[in-house]
């Protein structure tokens, strides 16, 4: 079966510092990655969407970077971190076929203070 | 723009009883709806999907329901347990090539009172 592996559990990270956050998936191979944010009180909101390897695409501006230089690691990074990137961070992988749901890790809670 | 809304933040039901949850969405390029359900501090888990093609799908006490001229969906949980509270997300997707770009709503906290 698939397993999805998201680390550290929680992160407090002062402003102005660097961030990677990895994200792993087992089980299967070549499929879809996301990382997505959830602000406090709010619905999740995708960051980023990967189809393979070294392909990335962004959907909001935004402070952050994401990776994939293997099939199945996904890394999300930020050079210098902002108050304003602070939440609850969520990987999730689908397989490629249409019609099949997104899985999540249990995310990161980011602190930045 | 909020396209996917859920406009109840909470909803409490008696223990044996159905919890209907709502979800509304403007988008009508979305072609493939899911709920999700969340515990604090861990991921969402997948409950149940639907595609625009069908306008019910069930699985066990959940069954999911999508009126698409109306734009909306519902989630049944029928009957309705203790383990059942949690914060539920409907997310909604278009047809695309690739990956999906699901947007959700903002939940609804769910309690069942024994």
């Known amino acids: 079966s698939q397993t999805i592996h998201q680390w550290p559990a929680t992160l407090v990270q002062p402003v102005g510092s660097p961030l990677s956050l990895e994200c792993t998936v087992e089980g299967t191979s070549n499929p879809n990655l996301y990382w997505y944010r959830q602000a406090a009180g709010r619905g999740l909101q995708l960051l980023f969407y990967s189809v393979g390897i070294g392909q990335i695409s962004s959907e909001v501006p935004q402070n952050l970077s994401a990776s994939r230089p293997q099939d199945r690691q996904f890394i999300l990074s930020s050079k210098k971190l902002l108050l304003s990137d602070s939440g609850f961070y969520l990987c999730a992988w689908s397989p490629q076929a249409f019609g099949q749901p997104q899985h999540f890790g249990d995310g990161t809670r980011l602190s930045i203070l | 723009d909020q396209q996917v809304k859920q406009n109840s933040p909470s909803l409490s039901v008696q223990e044996g009883r159905i919890s209907i949850l709502n979800c509304d969405y403007t988008n009508s390029m979305f072609d493939y709806f899911l709920w999700y359900k969340k515990y604090p501090a861990e991921g969402p888990t997948f409950l149940i999907s639907i595609s625009s093609i069908k306008d019910k799908?069930?699985?066990?006490?959940?069954?999911?329901?999508?009126?698409?001229?109306?734009?909306?969906?519902?989630?049944?949980i029928v009957p309705s347990q203790p383990g059942d509270s949690a914060v539920y997300f409907c997310a909604a997707s278009p047809v695309i090539q690739g990956a999906q770009k699901l947007v959700f709503g903002q939940g609804t906290r769910l309690t069942i009172n024994p």
């Open chain 2, 57 to 76: 799908n069930e699985d066990g006490r959940f069954t999911v329901f999508l009126n698409k001229s109306a734009k909306h969906l519902s989630l049944h």
